[in-house]
């Protein structure tokens, strides 16, 4: 089966570093996305990764390994405005996305 | 980037009424175009992959005679709810790919139509 393995939540201070893991399980793989939703918004594209290693953009920072299915999002230097969902997404054989519950990370003062 | 445009962002209407949400691609082409729905305090869920010029695709359990997909254009999909029930209250999302990007390319987003049946 299809299986996405994100913590449900996460709380970390303004200004630190947090950095949020997901496993995942699917037929077939061609790369992964990471996805921020704000309550009752849509998501947010963050970044895409295909090939093994750390992709920079910004604060935001993704890690991908696929032999080990496993990747992270890395944000730094939190902000308020950060609070929201964290969405893994890899995408299967069939070029679908698989959706995880998220991780909801909440930053206080 | 990329925009994608989903009306109405808010709909309200009676039990056994229908509903046509529109997903449009502002700046781009989609020849693929998808549906989600998202439940208070659950992830996504894809309910169809509309396809441009074809019928749509429809993931196990969604009833494809209640939730209508037309793609006739291919900056254009919309999502009919036929008969709203309450149980159908959600906020409903569209997302296109741009062809551009192949298969892998990133997918946008349209704003979400909350859809709440009395």
């Known amino acids: 089966g299809q299986n996405i393995d994100q913590p449900t939540e996460m709380t970390a201070t303004e200004g630190a570093i947090v950095q949020i893991n997901c496993t995942y399980q699917?037929?077939?793989?061609?790369?992964l996305f990471w996805y921020q939703q704000h309550a009752g918004e849509a998501p947010t594209f963050l970044s895409y990764n295909v090939l093994d290693g750390l992709e920079e953009k910004g604060r935001f920072s993704s890690f991908l390994s696929r032999s080990k299915g496993y990747s992270y999002l890395l944000l730094k230097e939190l902000q308020m405005k950060d609070s929201a969902s964290y969405l893994c997404a890899p995408i299967d054989s069939n070029y679908q996305l698989i959706w995880g519950a998220g991780t909801k990370l909440i930053i206080k003062p | 980037g990329a925009v994608v445009s989903q009306h109405p962002s808010w709909v309200i209407c009676k039990s056994g009424t229908s509903v046509k949400i529109e997903c449009r691609s502002l700046?781009?082409?989609?020849?693929?175009m998808f549906w989600y729905r998202q439940f208070p305090k659950q992830s996504l869920m894809l309910m169809a992959t509309s396809n441009e010029g074809s019928k749509a695709t429809y993931e196990q359990g969604v009833e494809k005679d209640k939730f209508l997909i037309n793609h006739a254009s291919l900056t254009l999909s919309t999502l009919t709810v036929t008969s709203a029930h309450p149980e159908d209250s959600s906020f409903y999302i569209c997302?296109?790919?741009?062809?551009?990007?192949?298969?892998?390319?990133?997918?946008?987003f349209g704003e979400g139509s909350r859809l709440t049946v009395l």
């Open positions: 699917t037929s077939g793989f061609n790369g």
């Open positions: 700046d781009f082409q989609a020849t693929t």
């Open positions: 997302s296109a790919r741009d062809q551009a990007g192949g298969d892998t390319g990133e997918l946008f």
